[in-house]
């Protein structure tokens, strides 16, 4: 029997995918996305399901499924546990595919790209459609429409509540729009899903912040359960001299000008002709790098104060857990240059312009399993880093609305994820109860949390 080898290469070709915004994964013909579910060994104790996908997704079956051509008992199969596959079957790290056992001695099955395949074809074949719910005469409202508002509202609406979603942007999708890139997730992918939601009787009412336009104690008196989704878009920021010169942005006020460029002064973020700095080397960051080459910038590149992770999984994260490892993404497959261990110290700041970042290397002090443990900055290191674009990628923290905190007289966690109130029917799914995290996580958390609403 030959062997199925993973295929590595998921992407369009650079040359082509840098010359648009369009998704830079190519597509998979059927017989090589069945080949590749036949690698998943349907071993006894799966990892990828228990362990690996917050949502339980159960991959060794759809996989079985997928890999004898019956796609519509794959797509069933995942329709038990996930509500949006085409939204992790684009944008999810893969937990599961870093538990599967075939990591151990041999290479991950491909079990983001079967997902992928199983929900677009089951949108080709008009399978898609939401099962009907029985009403039970109570209404609920979601606050915040992102992965976690939007898993809530179907979640809910599956249990029979009249389910009204509000959104303080102008449209649907949360991070999923105006956060992640169109070449990773085009928004038409979004519409298609809202549409459907809609179709299904939920209600979305956008443009409306609550806590602002709408008081959290009205809704509060006008619904049975209150569900908030409200993110943690909340960007940290990198207070240093020279901080409030013209040319440095925020993460995401930079990738929001690249999905809407019919939005107010969009030149302001353009990376074109620059020499880009995209201080932070996380997901964030490297979607800066990816926008920064579609413009056509001068030059980017990308630093990090973190050392270089190694390039096979460390031994501080044995298998099955995530591992901590070098992680190449498309990005950088694209052009720049990255660094680790960069400090950055002041901004340069010339007629009131960013010119650069002086920094300085830091050394790290190491677990013996080779976890980064103690920075130390390391004398006579100190340099000029040119820039006339300086991007800040270095996470979020904390919620965005102390209106609807305040309103509803709720707590937070020392590190200001919202705590809910159950006992008063106030309930917080997604980022903005666990801090920032993950497209899966945040749906993971809103079907937990909303299966105990009664
Ligand atoms: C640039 C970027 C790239 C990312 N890439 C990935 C990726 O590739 N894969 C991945 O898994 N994760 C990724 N993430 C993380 C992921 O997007 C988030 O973890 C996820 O979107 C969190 O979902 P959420 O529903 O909790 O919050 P959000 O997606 O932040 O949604 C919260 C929503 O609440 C709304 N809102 C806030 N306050 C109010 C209010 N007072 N009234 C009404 N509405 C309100 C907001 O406008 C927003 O629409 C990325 C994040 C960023 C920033």
Same mark, same amino acid.
């Given at each position: 029997m030959?062997?199925i080898n993973?295929i590595?290469?998921?992407?369009?070709?650079?040359?082509e995918r840098?010359?648009d915004t369009?998704?830079?994964? *190519?597509k998979f &013909?059927p017989?090589e996305?069945m080949?590749?579910?036949?690698?998943?060994?349907d071993?006894?104790?799966?990892?990828?399901?228990g362990a690996g996908?917050?949502?339980?997704?159960l991959?060794?079956?759809?996989n079985?499924a997928?890999? /004898?051509?019956?796609?519509?008992?794959?797509?069933?199969?995942?329709?038990?546990?996930?509500?949006f596959?085409?939204?992790?079957? =684009?944008?999810?790290?893969?937990l599961c595919?870093s538990c %599967?056992? =075939?990591?151990?001695?041999?290479d991950?099955?491909?079990?983001?790209?079967?997902e992928k &395949?199983?929900?677009?074809?089951?949108?080709e074949?008009?399978?898609?459609?939401?099962?009907?719910?029985?009403?039970n005469?109570?209404?609920?409202?979601v606050i915040?429409?992102? $992965?976690?508002g939007?898993?809530?509202?179907?979640?809910?609406? =599956?249990?029979?509540?009249a389910v009204t979603v509000y959104?303080k942007?102008?449209k649907?999708?949360g991070?999923?729009r105006y956060?992640?890139?169109? +070449? #990773?997730?085009?928004?038409?992918?979004?519409?298609?899903r809202?549409a459907?939601l809609?179709a299904a009787?939920? #209600? &979305?009412? %956008?443009s409306t912040?609550i806590?602002k336009?709408?008081?959290?104690?009205?809704i509060?008196k006008?619904?049975?359960?209150?569900?908030?989704?409200?993110?943690t878009?909340n960007?940290r920021?990198?207070?240093? $001299?020279?901080?409030?010169a013209e040319?440095?942005?925020?993460?995401?006020?930079f990738?929001h000008?690249?999905?809407?460029?019919?939005?107010k002064n969009?030149?302001r973020f353009s990376?074109k002709? #620059?020499k880009v700095?995209?201080i932070g080397?996380?997901?964030t960051?490297?979607?800066? /790098?990816?926008?920064?080459i579609r413009?056509?910038? #001068?030059?980017v590149?990308?630093?990090?104060f973190?050392?270089?992770p190694?390039?096979?999984r460390s031994?501080?994260?044995p +298998?099955p857990?995530w591992?901590?490892?070098?992680?190449?993404?498309y990005?950088?497959?694209?052009?720049g240059e990255?660094?680790?261990?960069?400090?950055?110290k002041?901004?340069i700041?010339?007629?009131g312009k960013?010119?650069?970042?002086?920094?300085?290397?830091?050394?790290w002090?190491?677990s013996?399993?080779?976890?980064?443990?103690k920075?130390?900055?390391v004398?006579n290191t100190?340099?000029?880093i040119?820039?006339?674009l300086v991007v800040?990628?270095?996470g979020f923290t904390g919620?965005p609305?102390?209106?609807?905190?305040?309103d509803?007289g709720?707590?937070?966690?020392p *590190?200001t994820?919202i705590?809910?109130?159950?006992s008063r029917h106030?309930?917080?799914v997604g980022? %903005?109860?666990n801090g920032?995290s993950?497209?899966?996580?945040a749906?993971?958390?809103a079907?937990?949390?909303?299966?105990?609403i009664?």
């Amino acid at each position: 029997m030959t062997q199925i080898n993973r295929i590595e290469d998921v992407y369009r070709p650079v040359d082509e995918r840098i010359k648009d915004t369009k998704e830079v994964e *190519r597509k998979f &013909f059927p017989t090589e996305i069945m080949a590749q579910a036949s690698r998943c060994s349907d071993c006894g104790i799966p990892f990828c399901h228990g362990a690996g996908c917050p949502l339980g997704n159960l991959v060794p079956e759809f996989n079985t499924a997928v890999a /004898v051509g019956d796609i519509r008992k794959g797509y069933d199969i995942i329709s038990k546990t996930a509500f949006f596959p085409e939204f992790t079957g =684009r944008v999810c790290p893969a937990l599961c595919e870093s538990c %599967c056992t =075939r990591n151990l001695n041999d290479d991950a099955v491909m079990v983001r790209q079967v997902e992928k &395949f199983m929900i677009e074809t089951a949108f080709e074949e008009g399978w898609v459609s939401l099962p009907a719910a029985e009403p039970n005469g109570k209404t609920a409202a979601v606050i915040g429409s992102g $992965p976690a508002g939007l898993f809530a509202a179907e979640a809910l609406r =599956r249990k029979g509540f009249a389910v009204t979603v509000y959104e303080k942007r102008e449209k649907v999708g949360g991070l999923l729009r105006y956060g992640i890139p169109n +070449w #990773k997730l085009e928004k038409q992918i979004i519409d298609r899903r809202v549409a459907l939601l809609e179709a299904a009787g939920i #209600k &979305f009412v %956008c443009s409306t912040e609550i806590g602002k336009d709408i008081s959290a104690e009205y809704i509060h008196k006008n619904y049975d359960e209150v569900v908030l989704a409200i993110g943690t878009p909340n960007a940290r920021d990198l207070k240093i $001299p020279g901080r409030e010169a013209e040319g440095i942005y925020l993460a995401l006020d930079f990738l929001h000008g690249a999905e809407m460029p019919d939005e107010k002064n969009p030149e302001r973020f353009s990376a074109k002709g #620059k020499k880009v700095l995209v201080i932070g080397g996380g997901d964030t960051g490297n979607d800066c /790098v990816g926008k920064s080459i579609r413009e056509g910038c #001068k030059s980017v590149l990308q630093v990090e104060f973190m050392p270089k992770p190694p390039e096979t999984r460390s031994p501080s994260t044995p +298998w099955p857990d995530w591992p901590y490892m070098l992680r190449t993404s498309y990005a950088h497959h694209e052009g720049g240059e990255r660094r680790w261990n960069v400090s950055s110290k002041q901004f340069i700041v010339k007629d009131g312009k960013v010119a650069g970042v002086e920094a300085v290397r830091v050394e790290w002090e190491m677990s013996p399993l080779g976890k980064p443990l103690k920075p130390t900055e390391v004398p006579n290191t100190t340099e000029i880093i040119e820039a006339d674009l300086v991007v800040l990628a270095m996470g979020f923290t904390g919620v965005p609305a102390e209106g609807i905190v305040n309103d509803l007289g709720l707590q937070l966690t020392p *590190r200001t994820a919202i705590i809910p109130d159950p006992s008063r029917h106030i309930y917080a799914v997604g980022d %903005c109860a666990n801090g920032a995290s993950l497209v899966v996580r945040a749906m993971a958390d809103a079907k937990r949390v909303v299966g105990k609403i009664k």
